[in-house]
T-cell receptor, first 115, second 111 residues
Framework: GAGVSQSPSNKVTEKGKDVELRCDPISGHTALYWYRQRLGQGLEFLIYFQGNSAPDKSGLPSDRFSAERTGESVSTLTIQRTQQEDSAVYLC?????????????FGPGTRLLVL | GNSVTQMEGPVTLSEEAFLTINCTYTATGYPSLFWYVQYPGEGLQLLLKATKADDKGSNKGFEATYRKETTSFHLEKGSVQVSDSAVYFCALSVGDYKLSFGAGTTVTVRA
């Protein structure tokens, strides 16, 4: 079956521009996560969606970052007024129900470069 | 807080060599432990996991044992192949869905 897909795979933008990243989770997975991976570092948790519950936004680094999810399908991560420190790989993952210990399935990521 | 410390790389070794990647953790509860792997040009994927003390996760010849007494989850493989060249990440979750990752260890296996 299809895995998690993300688009675009690469994005180059100028400082100050807004960018929108998209994630399509595995069909039937109610939980969706966004992570950020800076060069040479591990992944940082950004935000979590579970069904129709309020999302956990505790990992978002600033109010320039926001994310939405429509039901149990597509999610978009938006970064407004991008800064050079936003350059990273943004990874989306999904899992069946979001419980502790559950396997998260990752997409290939969007590599963002802010010039 | 929760954190993971893993062996710094890069690690370079020959085919059929023994591989160990150390991983230790700190957690404010009882974590589940994971090893994820990222092969060149591919996305991150789960390699193995263990959800309680003394459990051993295994997959593709890799093993890791959840050691609560030493707060460790070291990854081992007895005989590596070129196809094992990848970046390996140790991770944990405690009581919820958030994964905390180590910085990753790059492994290169030479023929």
């Amino acid at each position: 079956g299809a895995g998690v897909s993300q688009s675009p795979s690469n994005k180059v933008t100028e400082k100050g521009k807004d960018v929108e990243l998209r994630c399509d989770p595995i069909s039937g997975h109610t939980a969706l996560y966004w992570y950020r991976q800076r060069l040479g570092q591990g992944l940082e948790f950004l935000i979590y969606f579970q069904g129709n519950s309020a999302p956990d936004k505790s990992g978002l680094p600033s109010d320039r970052f926001s994310a939405e999810r429509t039901g149990e399908s597509v999610s978009t991560l938006t970064i407004q007024r991008t800064q050079q420190e936003d350059s990273a790989v943004y990874l989306c993952a999904s899992s069946v129900s979001g419980t502790s210990g559950e396997t998260q399935y990752f997409g290939p990521g969007t590599r963002l470069l802010v010039l | 807080g929760n954190s993971v410390t893993q062996m710094e790389g890069p690690v370079t070794l020959s085919e059929e060599a023994f591989l160990t990647i150390n991983c230790t953790y700190t957690a404010t509860g009882y974590p589940s432990l994971f090893w994820y792997v990222q092969y060149p040009g591919e996305g991150l994927q789960l390699l193995l996991k263990a959800t309680k003390a003394d459990d051993k996760g295994s997959n593709k010849g890799f093993e890791a044992t959840y050691r609560k007494e030493t707060t460790s989850f070291h990854l081992e493989k007895g005989s590596v192949q070129v196809s094992d060249s990848a970046v390996y990440f140790c991770a944990l979750s405690v009581g919820d869905y958030k994964l905390s990752f180590g910085a990753g260890t790059t492994v290169t296996v030479r023929a």
